[in-house]
């Protein structure tokens, strides 16, 4: 079992890992080559880079790990192929990842977090409680998994709409996204990557500093709030009405519709 110290590569940007690879003496071109392997090529053992010598295998082996939760149960759908992984972490926890084909797009719906603080009452991630966040390697992870049950072929969209709420977790979310939305690993274009809230208005703005250009997504479920207060209580912290002057403002900000 390797130490939990550990750096697990697919929660690192190109530039982090090359910082990293200059510390323990291997060259830039070393990770540009891990990065074709893992993102490109979806070979997720050190082991199987044939083109990197057995010396700094053993070098990577000691000192980082690809990090991939284990695939705990699978359901595959006969109607449409598309499959539902339930994944287990390092520390036992479970979440869900989704692969969705429709056509020729092929998305993943993944989670964010273990569980829900939000108790949305149509959602049952909410009515199992909190468990708590989601690393940016465990997000990314769930696409790599989604990735293999597509027979290694690229992914075209992504959702946060799994369990959890992503604006809840957002330093891991972003980071989540600069690394799919990065040429050098998954390479999926901002405008193919939702982000899907139950509306956490105070998220918004730190969303909009990114200058990600992904799409917002905004659930709404009741257009007053009697209604939407019953099955949301975020709506108690952020009104109907208040919520729609935030996308309002985020759209006019962002020349991004939500």
């Not at 990770?31 to 010598?53: C, G, H, P, R």
């Not at 990577?60 to 149960?73: D, H, M, Q, T």
């Not at 939702?194 to 703005?205: A, P, W, Y």
Request: glycine fraction near 8%.
């Amino acid at each position: 079992m390797r130490p939990s110290s550990s750096m697990k590569l697919i929660g690192m940007l190109p530039e982090e890992i090359e910082n990293a690879f200059r510390g323990i003496q291997l060259q830039k071109f070393r990770a540009e080559q891990v990065l074709q392997w893992i993102y490109q090529k979806n070979v997720l053992s050190f082991d199987q880079m044939t083109n990197i010598s057995a010396s700094d295998r053993e070098k990577l082996k000691e000192e980082f790990e690809i990090g991939l939760p284990e695939i705990a149960e699978k359901h595959a759908s006969r109607e449409d192929g598309s499959v539902k992984l339930l994944l287990r972490m390092s520390d036992g926890q479970y979440a869900e990842t989704v692969l969705i084909k429709r056509g020729a797009r092929r998305t993943v719906c993944v989670s964010s977090q273990v569980g829900c603080k939000f108790k949305c009452v149509f959602c049952a991630s909410g009515q199992a409680g909190f468990g708590r966040n989601l690393t940016a390697d465990e997000i990314v992870a769930q696409v790599l998994r989604a990735t293999e049950m597509n027979n290694g072929e690229r992914i075209s969209h992504i959702v946060f709409m799994g369990m959890g709420e992503p604006m809840d977790n957002l330093p891991a979310v972003l980071k989540t996204i600069k690394i799919l939305n990065h040429t050098k690993c998954f390479g999926i274009g901002a405008r193919r990557i939702t982000v899907s809230t139950s509306g956490i208005v105070s998220k918004f703005e730190t969303l909009e500093k990114e200058g990600l250009q992904v799409e917002l997504s905004v659930s709404l479920h009741g257009a007053d709030d009697k209604v939407r207060g019953k099955l949301m209580p975020v709506n108690r912290k952020w009104p109907v009405q208040e919520l729609i002057k935030a996308c309002h403002e985020y759209t006019i900000r962002t020349n991004r519709q939500i």
